[in-house]
């Protein structure tokens, strides 16, 4: 097996979502151009309820809107595989030697997808790395001892890596 192997952000996958949610945040911020406060009766809750659901979509557009423009022009890989560890900058933990990765398996990601989960034996570790918010997504939604690998948009293949880690797995135990 041949080090490194980099996985980088597909530009089509990323091109595609832009000409997705581009128009679609194009059309929320006209109709917030004609939307007169004023209209907008204190007592009609139901036209308040919309108006919040509509602002939180827009707030949630402009999110994948900013991360698709950041996976279309970035050049760093998203997983890099060395001989030392994995680095998964798709969710910002870094690198994660061979020797503290316990366990690997497939995940079912939703919609077809399928991605690894790897549970760590120094958790703590890497969970100091995340953000906050990082730390609720990545690790307590799957368990304080494992974190799912962000192979989403790239031109990964799960039961490859998967492979990979577990042979590395076996090397370095």
Avoid at 160 to 167: F, P, R, T, Y
């Amino acid at each position: 097996m041949t080090f490194p192997k980099a996985y980088h952000y597909s530009r089509l996958v990323a091109s595609a979502g832009l000409l997705l949610v581009l128009p679609i945040l194009a059309g929320m911020c006209w109709l917030l151009s004609k939307l007169t406060w004023e209209s907008i009766k204190s007592a009609n809750w139901i036209v308040w309820l919309i108006a919040i659901v509509w602002i939180v979509l827009l707030l949630v557009n402009l999110l994948l809107g900013k991360m698709l423009i950041r996976q279309f022009f970035t050049t760093s890989p998203s997983l890099l595989l060395t001989a030392f560890g994995l680095t998964d900058n798709a969710t910002k933990v870094g690198e994660i030697v061979w020797a503290d990765i316990k366990e690997a398996r497939l995940q079912n990601a939703g919609k077809g997808g399928i991605t690894v989960r790897l549970t760590l034996l120094n958790a703590d570790k890497y969970r100091a790395r995340l953000s906050r918010f990082g730390r609720i997504i990545y690790m307590n939604w799957f368990g304080k001892d494992q974190i799912v690998l962000g192979l989403s948009g790239t031109n990964a293949k799960a039961e490859e890596i998967l492979a990979i880690v577990k042979a590395q797995i076996a090397q370095h135990t």
